[in-house]
């Protein structure tokens, strides 16, 4: 018991979210060099894959054996066990991307001094605020020129509508960066290009009072601009409040460099300090603790093999309470039956690998032969609950697609009903119209491309597609109103999902404020459910 409590409270799971290139990969990177879990740099994965184009991208799962190395990785630090989730950005982004957000307990994002907010960290940041899950900024790439500090602060606090606190501040940047001044601790960390491999920076202790010694650290014209500046801070922004951190409603910031390896080690060690161990979760049933001996879980991510000789498929879980044992029997709640987990994977960096254990906090990848959907809870039989399903994310996307073979209308009918099920696309109907012409809708556009490919090497089905102009998805809330009878702008479409309930698809805000005003009683309702 004492065992299981050490195990859970020193485990910390989060996320790193950014806008592609703000530099997510070179920032684990710098993490895991620092805990050990790889000796050098450049072997961080899943980013020689970024770099390929769209249609590449089975062939490097295939490679891969499935894409668990970029999407998990383990790692221990100063006594902490750590996890992080890898939301990949580039064309890999789809809904997978914003379900394993679920699964995590806090937020790094990432952003380019030089570049501010970008769309895929606005994506990815109200994903997260939806859950009030803390998120910790890192401003990166100091050592270029960048935007002014304060207003990319101004920036994040508008977008964002969260308050900001600097933990340090930059001095200067591009070819004048100094280096950052520590708030909390009052003392410089100085900047040398190009600090490789694990080598620990030792901060200056200088308080910002210290003329003399300021000077001579960074000169009189900087010395003078960081004192107005942190005195502007120190008066203006908002107070340090670490149960504000906590509930996501202040993001503690960190400026640095992560390709120089600056400012990387500060920021993991305050991040550490200020995040909890795993949080209770809500289910049916009443709240988990997560320590709570009995083992819970949820699925939040299935990863169809796309090795075309192994038809399996990963489920991704999170566990949330307790302690897991293999081929100790659980009871997959949706299923209702009960079950052995016999050869559960883990990630430590690179290496994938047969689990006997793991605690509340991890993650953890079970072989699926097709029981598990997206949400599932497994649980020791004795606890009774289900967890709270995971959200279903508007797709962005929207396209027709039919098919072509009519002689292939069982396998196309099971193809997308199977795919739809796993979570890897959302399909709907169009009213009057049956299974062999639907709606196919995503977030991101290698949806589609995973679409083709699996629908014709796993049941050998090719389709017509035809993309749509529609980029936003609106519940039609009126049960009782005829649709065929809306007044509706000609771009508008109306679909229906499996269970009948409309839906309309717009090509823009104009279209919805048309339809609004021009049906009285109308109401529409936005698609994420939360
Ligand atoms: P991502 O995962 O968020 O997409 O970004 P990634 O880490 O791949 O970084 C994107 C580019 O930005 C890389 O350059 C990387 O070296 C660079 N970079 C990351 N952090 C910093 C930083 O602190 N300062 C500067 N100056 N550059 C940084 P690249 O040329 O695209 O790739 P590579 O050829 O260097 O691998």
Redesign the pocket.
Known sequence: MADLKQEIERRRTFAII????????????KFLLYGGAIQSA?TVKG?AS?KHAVSDWMEIEKQRGISITSSVMQFEYNGYCINILDTP??QDFSEDTYRTLMAADSAVM?IDAAKGIEPQTRKLFHVCAKRDIPIFTFI?????EAQDPFDLLDELEREFGIGTYPMNWPISCGVNFQGVYDRAKKCILTFENHHGGRQRLEAIACDITETEKLDSLIGEYRRRELCEQVELLDGACFDFDLEKVRHGKLSPVFF?????N?GIEPFLESFLEMTTSPLTRKAEGGEVDPFDERFSAFVFKIQANMNKAHRDRIAFMRICSGKFERNEEYFHVQGGKALKLSQPQQMMAQEREIIDTAYAGDIIGVFDPGIFSIGDTIADPSMKIRFEGIPTFAPEHFAIVEQIDSMKRKQFDKGMRQIAQEGAIQIFTLPGSGMERVIVGVVGMLQYEVLEHRMLTEYGVKYRKTDLPHTLIRWVENKDIDISRLKLSADTRWIQDFHGNDLLIFSGEWSIDWALSNNEGLILSEFDKM
Do not use: I
């Open positions: 950014s806008h592609p290139d703000a530099g997510k990969t070179t920032l684990t990177e450049g980013k970024d950005g580039h990432v990166n790439k100091l050592d270029r640095g460099s992560a390709l120089n600056f």
